[in-house]
């Protein structure tokens, strides 16, 4: 897998990247269905012994017509560009739209839809999938030679999304909704769903009276899922619920919800150590309580095994795919922590500016891209030297971000 490093984007190079990242989003309500706006199929082959027919005739000249405007379309255009693979793709939240950086820059930008929120690559590259919170849907882009863009109306409010390759599909948890929705990434279409238990840990259903719900400041009621993180073999999912502050376990060969742990007020983020036996929990807290620590805790039980001081409000988590490096996000004090991802011990804390919302690490965890949607920067940081190397301005309300061939 290739990714643009801070110092190798400036030299146009390329290296492997791997992201686990986390990110909260807002969304609105919208119904089901679906509509594709990828490449139709070609016409139909004409042998040189018939003339072609009337029919013949016009699927050619629409199949002329849907190649030119391919050609001419600034999204198929980015879509088709090579410098995308290894380039970090950003959610734009309230510009409905992902920015692509590389060579130090935003390339360019595809409107996607309704305040999208969140975004996972496949592993080749190939594919990005993002949800749009504003209309209930999820969008495939599809870079390379053959560029496509196809959505499909999976549930109300989608929040985050998993990604399972090895089985062609897609998890997105619906914050409305209360559940998990499954999407076959071929067929872009919903093809099951897991509802989240009604209650809770310790059979919790509302939020605690300090904290209002992020969406409309009403007292929250349900699980309210934020974030998710998938199992290395694909066969648990976690989720982060904000409304009643705890951990869901899916059985996904089951489709169903296992005793939940505890988790955080106020929880944004989640990630999983490569090899699944810890969860990194990011919380921002509530009005009243304050949430300055990254909990980390055993995959296998819930029990807490470390927690570590980042700032006020750990906004996001990220586990570098080589297991050497956690970062995490204060979005109140504007700090980027970096952690050793296996003694757990604080290396240092990096001073950005308040308003932190994503962080993304690289394969070898020595580079941190630490989005601000407050500023609309993009801060590259050294995790080594602990060092602000690059950063990129002029960005719309960013939220979340993803290596294009991460798998992430």
């Known amino acids: 897998m290739s990714v643009l490093s801070s110092g190798e984007i400036r030299r146009g190079l390329l290296r492997r990247f791997g992201a686990v990242g986390v990110s909260v989003c807002l969304c609105a309500l919208l119904g089901l269905g679906g509509c594709s706006f990828g490449e139709e199929a070609p016409a139909p082959a004409i042998s ?33 560009d090579p410098r ?8 734009e939240y309230l510009g409905n739209s992902v920015a692509f950086i590389a060579d130090d820059q935003v390339i360019g930008r595809i409107p996607v839809g309704v305040n999208p929120a969140c975004v996972v690559s496949s592993e080749d590259g190939n594919q990005v999938y993002i949800a749009n919170s504003g209309n209930g849907e999820v969008v495939r882009l599809t870079l390379g030679e053959s560029p496509a863009i196809d959505k499909a109306r999976i549930g109300t409010q989608p929040m985050a999304l998993a990604l399972d390759e090895d089985q062609g599909l897609l998890y997105v948890a619906d914050y409305h909704l209360n559940s998990i929705r499954i999407v076959d990434t071929q067929l872009m279409s919903l093809v099951g769903t897991v509802a989240l238990n009604p209650s809770g840990y310790e059979s919790r259903e509302v939020a605690p009276p300090c904290c209002s719900d992020p ?14 993180a998938l199992s290395p073999d694909g066969a648990m999912l976690y989720s982060a619920n904000i409304g009643t502050y705890d951990v869901s376990r899916v059985d996904l060969d089951a489709r169903e919800e296992l005793d939940p742990f505890d988790g955080v007020i106020g929880s944004w983020g989640i990630a999983l150590s490569p090899d699944g036996a810890r969860i990194a929990l990011a919380g921002v807290g509530s009005e009243l309580v304050e949430s300055s620590e990254l909990l980390i805790m055993d995959a296998s039980d819930g029990t807490v095994v470390s927690r570590i001081p980042v700032g006020a409000q750990v906004s996001a988590v990220a586990w570098s795919a080589d297991g050497s490096t956690v970062a995490a996000t204060s979005r109140a004090d504007g700090v980027l922590a970096l952690i050793d991802g296996e003694t757990l011990e604080l290396r240092g804390t990096v001073a950005l500016e308040a308003g932190l919302a994503a962080v993304v690490l690289s394969d070898g965890g020595s580079e941190a891209y630490a989005v601000n949607s407050s500023s609309g920067a993009v801060f590259v940081v050294d995790t080594e030297s602990l060092a602000v190397v690059d950063s990129i301005e002029g960005l719309v309300d960013p939220r979340f971000a993803a290596i294009v061939g991460s798998g992430e």
């Open 84 to 91: 995308l693979q290894g380039s970090l793709c950003v959610i």
């Open 215 to 228: 969406l409309d400041g009403t007292v929250m009621t349900g699980r309210k899922p934020l974030s998710l």
């Open 48 to 80: 040189d012994a018939a003339a072609p027919t009337a029919d013949d005739a016009a699927g050619m000249e629409y199949s002329k017509d849907k190649e030119a405007a391919i050609s001419t379309d600034p999204a198929f255009e980015l879509l088709s």
